[in-house]
């Protein structure tokens, strides 16, 4: 399981107020809206992700994200699978249409193959 954080802010703007978290040191690589040129949902930037990584397949990646116009879009334009992170009460639309849909972050150990 490898973890990419994708941030919509700049890496100035994040670092300092996920240090005292150490969230970051959860993700085995981090990426930050000045890493791109496009801005979500361009696929461009899914893609380049998965060039810069060529050990991650992208059959078997999930993006994770809140913003069905941002994140789950993206995914789809990039062909991938997306899990998208809302309260239940949020209907899922037909389009972008996420693969996944979950209230809380921990529910997806029951959908994880992590043996």
Known sequence: LRLILLAKETKAQIEPRLAPTE????????????DFKDKLPS???FFKILKDHP???PDSTLVIGTNLDEEIQ??????????WLA???DKIPISPRPTLHLSKLADLDFYLDLD
């Open 23 to 34: 969230l970051l040191s959860s993700f085995n690589f981090a990426y930050f809206t000045d």
């Open 43 to 45: 696929k461009n930037i």
């Open 55 to 57: 050990e991650i397949d």
């Open 74 to 83: 993206g995914a789809e334009n990039a062909n991938l699978k997306s899990l």
């Open 87 to 89: 309260p239940k009460k």
